[in-house]
């Protein structure tokens, strides 16, 4: 089985330009997560999305950050324009279901694309 | 909202020695799930174990086991026999019951293991 699949692996922009991150969910999977790292710290939840509709976007900077999960499968995560303060990992997570049993909404992760702002 | 706390950002043990890592969290719900994820420097987050809340027996796999103290909402991982390989970040994270919940991440432990 695939796992979830995240591109590009680095990328390197200068504050106010844009970047996008993409994610490839496992086959299935309707429930799709976002995560922002910053280094030295764990991931802090973005914006959660059950098939195409959002479910939780609360700690989403909604003036530099939106987010699409078009047709509930790929995802893409953008940010316009930059800050310095946004150099981080982005851990794109998907789990087959919200509810029911654990094991059936354990969250995997994907590679992350690692995101430096100059 | 939902804390989690790792007082320990280092630990260093012996290969073949045991180490544990502590975790403590705050929550206002009952029901919820908590779980140790490991991050080499790879950056993948690989699930290490999960504990339901409404389960009092701890949870085990193979060399890595949990003390999970509901009541004093403490949520350690014991590893024994270490290895090379379990070298990493780790960190403990919480999801509520309902489910629908993304995880709230502790800001990790760095493992060393001395060879």
């Known amino acids: 089985e695939a796992g979830v699949a995240q591109s590009p692996r680095y990328k390197i922009i200068e504050k106010r330009q844009s970047v996008a991150f993409w994610c490839n969910p496992i086959s299935g999977h309707a429930t799709l997560y976002w995560y922002q790292q910053i280094l030295g710290q764990g991931p802090k939840l973005l914006i959660q999305f059950q098939n195409n509709g959002v479910v939780d976007d609360s700690q989403l900077p909604k003036d530099r950050f939106s987010a699409e999960r078009l047709k509930g499968v790929d995802s893409t995560l953008k940010i316009q324009p930059a800050k310095l303060e946004d150099s981080a990992v982005y851990l794109c997570?998907?789990?087959?279901?919200?509810?029911?049993?654990?094991?059936?909404?354990?969250?995997?992760f994907g590679p992350g694309t690692r995101l430096t702002v100059t | 909202a939902q804390t989690v706390t790792q007082s320990q950002p280092e630990m260093s043990v012996q290969e073949a020695e045991t180490v544990t890592l502590s975790c403590t969290y705050d929550?206002?719900?009952?029901?919820?799930?908590l779980f140790w994820y490991k991050q080499p420097p790879s950056r993948q987050m690989i699930l290490v174990i999960r504990?339901?809340?409404?389960?009092?027996q701890n949870a085990t796999e193979n060399r890595f086991s949990v003390n999970f103290q509901k009541a004093a909402k403490s949520f350690s991982l014991k590893i024994s026999d270490s290895q090379l390989g379990d070298a990493a970040m780790y960190f403990c994270a919480y999801r509520g019951g309902g489910g629908a919940d993304g995880l709230t991440f502790g800001k990790g432990t760095h493992l060393i293991i001395q060879p």
């Open positions: 997570a998907s789990s087959l279901v919200a509810t029911g049993s654990t094991y059936l909404y354990e969250q995997y």
């Open positions: 929550t206002s719900e009952s029901d919820y799930y």
């Open positions: 504990q339901e809340a409404y389960k009092q």
